[in-house]
């Protein structure tokens, strides 16, 4: 299974951003899926996560402002709304080949994508 991240970019604060990640290699998204973050100097953190059933949990700095969801059998998406400054980072998708998604800590992911980087100016 490969990963690979896309749309990434600056906004001004209060924009909107859409980031997509690419599944090759297991078609069907049938296996947990997270979206993490890292800023400089900072550890990398778990912002949401969506599961084989399609419940998702979500960060409470993120909450009501990012939305994460499949936009095909092959494509995990992160909306991302109302940005901050403080959502400035590199955004990496993730994912463990279980249906049911562990906390979102990197060590219980296994699959990474290169990252994108997520820009928001005040």
């Known amino acids: 299974v490969r990963l690979e991240e896309s749309g990434g970019g600056s906004v001004q604060a209060g924009g909107s951003l859409r980031l997509s990640c690419a599944v090759y290699g297991y078609t069907g998204l049938t296996f947990c899926m997270s979206w993490f973050r890292q800023s400089p100097g900072k550890e990398r953190e778990g912002v949401a996560t969506l599961d084989a059933y399609g419940r998702t949990n979500y960060a409470d700095s993120v909450k009501g402002r990012f939305t994460i969801s499949k936009d095909n059998a092959e494509t995990l998406v992160l909306q991302i709304n109302n940005a901050k400054p403080e959502d400035t980072a590199m955004y990496y998708c993730?994912?463990?080949?279980?249906?049911?998604?562990?906390?979102?800590?990197?060590?219980?992911?296994?699959?990474w994508g290169q990252g994108t980087q997520v820009t928001v100016s005040s």
């Open positions: 993730a994912g463990v080949l279980r249906r049911q998604c562990p906390p979102p800590r990197v060590t219980d992911f296994n699959r």
